[in-house]
RNA sequence: GCCUGGGUGGCGGAAUUGGUAGACGCAAGGGACUUAAAAUCCCUCGGUGUAAUACACCGUGCCGGUUCGAUUCCGGCCCCAGGCACCA
């Protein structure tokens, strides 16, 4: 055994003998429990950042561990490859975003092999491929045959000057990120997939997710964000138009005083028509349209709106409505109308205030009534009904269901529920996705491409066009082609390109049988293994990436390829891996090496003005905040970058980075190199230690134990809830405790330590595993410590002969004792009354009450 | 703004079911070894008071509550992060 650790000579070493005996293949075997866990996987960005190597080491230790209790792991790695950086890149540099995106795989590929990851690389995948995309444009014509795919008007980000859409993170403060130009709202026919016809059932299947952390299957159900109510029909004055809308508050329909329409709602133009009103709606029609309509932007616009000049009938009461444009009606929720009741819902009562409109109270407050010309804000509370004709007096939540019955009954509306979650818009105007695998036939109409013709295959040898925009519609060699149907010459194919998101939403599918080239996977192979056992991934997918996995997997599962519905059995969402941000003003973001330290603080080094420590963010390479593990790996080696990774955080905290704690890491793995190579001559020619606790003496009794009540609490740590920090400590204790062994030649002693070395190596293989490797090997092992089993505990080793007492007054801390483990409570009480430093606080007090936890605790209150 | 989390020493974190707050590690300070450095080993290390290692008080973002006892449960607030539908 080398009597120095050298990283670099045995991660090589491990990582050549383990490619070499193909450790890491996995092959369907029904023989064994499957085991299925998947790590998100990455963007091809450039380079791997420490948020990967978090995520992908936990995930690693998942695996070794797995496979050490016996299981046939499947642990498959790949790229999601499509995606707009990689068209940033190709203007960048003047290349093409394929170079760009397979460049970088094959970095990153050396990067995760260097991390000693056990993936299966004949597994890889990359959705930029034919061969992957193909599928999903297969599975995309399955869909639109049953209309579950379709087209509709949907609004972009455009700008002007440079022709072309952006995306939301391409605008900043509502100007174009390339130009400054102010970016519009254009409407466009795009793609859809109709998610919401699954809203119910991905909402009820949420509370039948019991592997996944409660905060995101909540954040999945607000998102999908089921309402009851009704839905009302609003009479158009003088018209036979009517205007429907969705509410929650039936209950309040007699004290609707005007109506609210979506700006973009149909009618509004219409209404205003011969009113007067025209020119103002279309003004304010305008001006909305060049918002942002993104919904944290229109949660922060001011309540406003135009009169549309047209009046709607309250068909409970008569009452004449108003009928307003207002910028707080969404089109994308229940009927894009609100029936406005100012009295009892906030908005409306700031709206009724700032256009002088009527407040009508139909709710009242129980015991102090309410005055409608002098409440300040709006009464959403339950209270008792009036002004509501025959439902005076009523509960308003009885109301509620009568009004509903009177509505139903007399055929001006109906119960209803409405669902906050829209469908999936899918079109991306773009170049580097899938293209979409539909042609627009001049006398057809949108015509599927037939399945043979598959795959549309995106065209590489173009470049992009000014500002990014997607060569594609301007490539005659590609949008020129025949109509399917009528042969039609006219024909154009789609020039929408998929949201990424779609390569994501059934990959996991794809690593079951990633070669099979005659369907999207082999059926045998899903069957196998999926659903995924347990998937790891960054928090910040919490809601849409797998909601759509989750839907996808139910497409799948009504077009008759799988036999579940639920992709994920457990979740692990990992915490981010966050950096403070550099700023300059006038140069933006700044890497690193762009400050420099004066005397009066950070200055930019490209023009010298002061640099603004910015927030602590997510490492992302926009903001230029990621640090580059290859830094970590060159100083210090594989296994203690991954250790430092699981010991500086449990996995799902976020995880704000400094490089000061790795020697800590890397000073351990010495430790426990040493004591390998100080022992080795007496250990490597005995057995470990095997017999009871209760047959060895003192320290060596004491570490035999501890060995044991380590190897339980690695093993708890792993299983229950993957905290792999406490799981490092423990071993760290066993380390420090197996250096307190003295070295003389009792007989026993080579073998208690041989236990104690042999567990902790075991314990820590799955996170360090070229180390544990070399050592395990040192030991006189011939097979991969992957290969052997998870060490067991025994249950007489765990037992504890003695407990400390803690003794508290009024429950502070006063004293402390030991007593044997099952002491009866009499005696602890009797122990703690006496106890010199108790009497002291309850001298001269009476005691009213003694509480005692067996084993734990006496507190004595006087 | 809305939804979801989080906030514990100088720092990362521990305390798993309401029962000893600060495990394990980093940094810092002191010491040993060494010609020296590195490495290693030992000691101290939440705050305040005091001669003190003994002792007392305070202390888990802030305010209040429940409880014999609260980092843990409840109510209100502040701050930070993630998501908000075209970043992935």
């Not at 170079?99 to 970095?107: C, K, M, Q, S, V």
């Not at 590489?460 to 997607?470: H, K, P, Y």
């Not at 939403?505 to 079951?512: G, K, L, Q, T």
């Not at 009499?826 to 005691?847: C, N, W, Y």
Request: proline share 6%; net charge negative; with cysteine.
């Amino acid at each position: 055994m080398d009597e120095r650790y050298n990283p670099t000579k045995i991660e090589q070493k491990w990582q050549k003998a383990w490619e070499d005996a193909q450790l890491f293949k996995v092959e369907l075997d029904p023989a064994k429990p499957k085991y299925y866990l998947m790590e998100m996987f990455p963007y091809p960005s450039g380079k791997i950042h420490m948020g990967h190597v978090r995520n992908y080491t936990i995930g690693d230790v998942v695996a070794r561990y797995k496979k050490m209790k016996g299981h046939n792991v499947l642990h498959p790695m790949g790229w999601d490859a499509f995606g707009m950086p990689a068209e940033n890149a190709a203007i960048a540099n003047n290349s093409h975003p394929a170079t760009w995106t397979y460049e970088n795989i094959d970095y990153m590929r050396t990067q995760l092999k260097r991390l000693g990851f056990s993936y299966d690389w004949d597994r890889e995948i990359a959705t930029c491929r034919p061969d992957y995309y193909r599928w999903e444009q297969w599975l995309f014509l399955k869909m639109y045959e049953k209309g579950m795919a379709y087209r509709k008007e949907a609004y972009v980000n455009w700008c002007e000057p440079c022709q072309t859409v952006l995306a939301n993170e391409q605008v900043e403060a509502g100007m174009c990120w390339r130009c400054g130009k102010p970016v519009q709202q254009k409407k466009l026919w795009q793609w859809f997939f109709r998610i919401t016809d699954y809203a119910e059932d991905l909402l009820a299947h949420c509370d039948q997710l019991p592997g996944w952390p409660d905060k995101v299957t909540t954040m999945q159900k607000n998102w999908i964000g089921r309402s009851q109510g009704a839905e009302i029909n609003f009479p158009v004055e003088n018209s036979d138009t009517v205007i429907a809308v969705f509410t929650t508050r039936h209950d309040t329909v007699f004290g609707a005083t005007f109506m609210c329409l979506a700006p973009e709602h149909p009618l509004v133009s219409q209404l205003a028509r011969g009113t007067g009103q025209e020119a103002a709606i279309d003004a304010f029609i305008e001006r909305i349209s060049r918002q942002d309509r993104s919904s944290k932007a229109l949660e922060s616009y001011e309540k406003e709106g135009v009169f549309t000049g047209a009046y709607c009938i309250n068909p409970m009461n008569g009452r004449r409505m108003p009928v307003y444009a207002a910028n707080f009606a969404l089109m994308e929720y229940g009927t894009g109308a609100v029936m406005s009741v100012p009295a009892h819902d906030q908005r409306d009562f700031d709206f009724a205030k700032k256009y002088g409109l009527d407040i009508v109270v139909v709710i009242d407050r129980p015991g102090d009534p309410l005055n409608a010309s002098q409440m300040t804000e709006a009464y959403t509370e339950d209270g008792v009904m009036v002004h509501s004709d025959s439902f005076d007096g009523l509960a308003n939540r009885d109301a509620m269901e009568q009004i509903a019955d009177q509505l139903e009954a007399r055929g001006i509306g109906r119960r209803a529920i409405s669902f906050r979650l829209r469908d999936w818009g899918i079109s991306r105007q773009r170049y580097w996705g899938a293209p979409i695998p539909v042609i627009h036939c001049p006398d057809c109409g949108i015509v599927a491409v037939p399945e043979q013709d598959l795959p549309i295959v995106l065209p590489e040898d173009v470049g992009l066009l000014d500002g990014g925009r997607s060569p594609l519609p301007g490539l005659d060699r590609f949008t020129r082609t025949t109509c399917p149907r009528c042969a039609s010459p006219e024909a154009r194919r789609e020039t929408d390109t998929m949201d990424t998101f779609v390569e994501s939403s059934w990959y996991f599918e794809r690593y079951c049988s990633p070669h099979c080239d005659h369907a999207m996977f082999e059926r045998e192979a899903v069957d196998y293994w999926m659903p995924v056992d347990q998937y790891i991934g960054g928090v910040e997918h919490a809601i849409l990436h797998l909601l759509y996995s989750r839907y996808f997997t139910r497409v799948l599962r009504d077009t008759g390829l799988v036999q579940f519905k639920e992709p994920f059995t457990r979740l692990l969402t990992q915490g981010m891996v966050c950096k403070e941000t550099m700023t300059c003003p006038e140069h933006g973001f700044l890497f690193p090496e762009q400050v420099r330290e004066t005397d009066r603080g950070m200055a930019c080094t490209l023009c010298g003005k002061a640099v603004v420590p910015g927030r602590v963010e997510k490492m992302s390479k926009s903001k230029r905040n990621v640090v580059d593990p290859n830094i970590l790996l060159d100083q210090y080696g594989a296994d203690t970058t991954r250790l430092f990774c699981l010991f500086a955080a449990p996995p799902e905290r976020d995880l704000e980075w400094s490089d000061q704690g790795v020697d800590g890491s890397a000073r351990f793995l010495n430790r426990v190199w040493r004591l390998a190579y100080d022992w080795h001559p007496r250990v490597a020619v005995v057995k470990p230690y095997d017999g009871r606790p209760d047959e060895l003496e003192g320290d060596l009794r004491e570490l035999y134990k501890k060995s044991h009540q380590v190897i339980d609490k690695v093993t708890r740590d792993i299983e229950d809830r993957f905290h792999f920090n406490t799981a490092i400590s423990a071993v760290m204790e066993l380390v420090n405790q197996m250096y307190g062994i003295d070295d003389t030649d009792r007989p026993q002693a080579a073998e208690v330590m041989r236990h104690a070395l042999e567990s902790a190596v075991l314990l820590l293989s799955p996170i360090v595993p070229h180390f544990a490797e070399e050592i395990w090997h040192n030991l006189g092992h011939g097979q991969s410590i992957l290969l052997a089993p998870w060490p067991d505990f025994r249950q007489d080793a765990l037992i504890q002969d003695e407990a400390t007492i803690v003794v508290q007054v009024n429950g502070k801390l006063r004293s402390r004792f030991t007593a044997s483990m099952g002491t009866g409570e009499d005696i602890l009480k009797q122990a703690a009354l006496t106890d010199e430093k108790v009497l002291k606080f309850i001298e001269g007090k009476t005691v009213r009450k003694i509480f005692v936890v067996p084993d734990k605790l006496v507190n004595i209150v006087v």
